[in-house]
């Protein structure tokens, strides 16, 4: 599966609590009202100020802006809900928020919890310093046991179609990576480019990665990750077995750091699963 991006920022700095000044343009007709964002308590008329460069330039915009990331109201104190765009009752009035590769933010109705459960870790009681681009729900949020599990290691990190360096946790995530996308080893981080070494190519019976059995070559170790019980085999580029090895079910890191300089290939068995992988040891 392709990584899914996480929903737009939020344009948190259209309201904001502070004196109101002359230039300020109240919202009338179809866009007067009230908003409220879920990171903060600041309560404020829809309105514009032009020249702002973080102020929305119309109305509508502005309107718009809050029907889709806040809480539309019709009273002052935020206590009557407009019944439009996100209910703020939403989940009984519990507030969510989702950590997505991309930061942690604000769940604000059905669709994005759902969104959330399947691409996302599902967190309650953040804190609104912990909300935004680049921002770990994690800092101050606890885990609702929905989503993915964020203390799961990572198998590795992806390269998705050139869109920056993510870690990949799900078995079917990296057998997608391995068939589609540049796949790499961590470089400790999600900052862009994939830093980490090339792995090597992962190939089956059919040149399809299989998702319950996952061979990487990482450094001067290999990790296998199996539903299954499993033998190794590596065999140096004259076809001579240097090594010989039964792994358990589950992932297993085996090190190749007694092995010489050269070119090695990896035959991993488990039942009638088989993966090769060509090591390059430098």
């Known amino acids: 599966m392709k990584k899914v991006f996480a929903l737009p920022i939020m344009a948190i700095g259209l309201m904001v609590s502070l004196s109101w000044g002359a230039e300020w343009q109240l919202c009338t007709g179809s866009y007067a009202g009230f908003c409220k964002f879920p990171s903060g308590d600041a309560c404020n008329k829809i309105s514009i100020q032009p020249g702002e460069s973080w102020s929305k330039n119309t109305c ?42 991309t930061g942690c933010q604000p769940i604000t109705n059905d669709s994005g919890l759902d969104n959330c459960k399947t691409n996302g870790t599902v967190y309650r009681d953040v804190s609104s310093s912990d909300v935004g681009e ?84 990482f450094a001067r170790s290999l990790q296998i990750s199996s539903g299954r019980d499993a033998t190794v085999a590596l065999f140096d580029i004259n076809g001579k077995q240097v090594l010989s090895q039964k792994v358990l079910s589950g992932t297993t890191t085996i090190s190749l750091e007694n092995q010489k300089l050269g070119v090695y290939y990896a035959v991993v068995k488990a039942d009638l699963q088989k993966q090769t992988v060509k090591i390059i040891l430098k």
């Open 60 to 101: 509508k915009e502005a309107y718009d802006n809050c029907i889709e990331y806040g809480f539309f109201y019709t009273d002052e104190d935020c206590t009557v809900w407009g019944n439009k765009g996100n209910n703020p009752n939403f989940n009984g009035g519990v507030s969510l928020w989702c950590q997505w590769t």
């Open 134 to 217: 680049g921002k770990e729900c994690k800092n101050s949020g606890t885990w609702t046991g929905q989503g993915k599990d964020p203390n799961k290691a990572a198998i590795g990190c992806c390269n998705w179609d050139g869109n920056g360096c993510f870690k990949v946790f799900e078995e079917s995530e990296w057998a997608d990576c391995a068939q589609n996308y540049r796949y790499a080893s961590c470089p400790g981080d999600e900052s862009g480019t994939c830093t980490g070494s090339p792995m090597a190519i992962i190939s089956s019976y059919n040149s399809t990665p299989i998702a319950g059995l996952n061979v990487v070559h």
